[in-house]
T-cell receptor
């Protein structure tokens, strides 16, 4: 089973609809992230959360909201979808940089993405 | 503005050949640089992570180098395989910021 699971994998919907993308992880990581990937552009951070009570805006949070329901679950919502939100969405997780003995840079572990099309 | 530029945009090589991908950045202050591999239809997978004090790091046939003075990094792939066909993404993080800057990626195609 995948360590970071995103559902659904594909979604087609209409303008104005409310959409929720879900992410769950079995890695035991405290940190979770939502990214958006558009053709020809780098990934851009939408929101991130460092624990259940922590929510932070990324560089493109307008039009999106998130909920961290548990350590292992982080969902992304589009309250009223618009066509320019059509993109590939990725959830990612990472461990704390402090290992108890030293700081170390931790890689992000990505899910396989949700392809969202808004008509 | 923090930026990460990758070159070439795309590259086609024959199986067994070596290749080098480039990453130039203007992120400041520099914290770390990561290379990811993204297969078609999959999420990115981490290859290497380097901090300011590291100038080379290997992961199997992948070797990343970092020149913090010129703000350049390269990813060298040795003896390419068909499975190396993917997009390779350079990501640079600034100290004090949790928002990394992603490059647009280099699309590598390995032909038999």
């Amino acid at each position: 089973d995948a360590d970071v699971t995103q559902t659904p994998r594909n979604r087609i919907t209409k303008t104005g609809k409310r959409i929720m993308l879900e992410c769950s992880q079995t890695k035991g990581h405290d940190r979770m992230y939502w990214y958006r990937q558009d053709p020809g552009l780098g990934l851009r951070l939408i929101y991130y959360s460092f624990d259940v009570k922590d929510i932070n805006k990324g560089e493109i949070s307008d039009g999106y909201s998130v909920s961290r329901q548990a350590q292992a679950k982080f969902s992304l919502s589009l309250e009223s979808a618009i066509p320019n939100q059509t993109a590939l969405y990725f959830c990612a997780t990472s461990a704390l940089p402090w290992t108890g003995k030293a700081y170390s840079n931790q890689p992000q572990h990505f899910g396989d993405g949700t392809r969202l099309s808004i008509l | 503005k923090n930026q990460v530029e990758q070159s070439p945009q795309s590259l086609i090589i024959l199986e067994g050949k070596n290749c080098t991908l480039q990453c130039n950045y203007t992120v400041s202050p520099f914290s770390n640089l990561r290379w990811y591999k993204q297969d078609t239809g999959r999420g990115p997978v981490s290859l290497t992570i380097m901090t300011f004090s590291e100038n080379t790091k290997s992961n199997g046939r992948y070797t990343a180098t970092l020149d913090a003075d010129t703000k350049q990094s390269s990813l060298h792939i040795t003896a390419s395989q068909l499975s190396d066909s993917a997009s390779y993404i350079c990501v640079v993080s600034a100290g004090g910021s949790y928002i990394p800057t992603f490059g647009r990626g280099t699309s590598l195609i390995v032909h038999p």
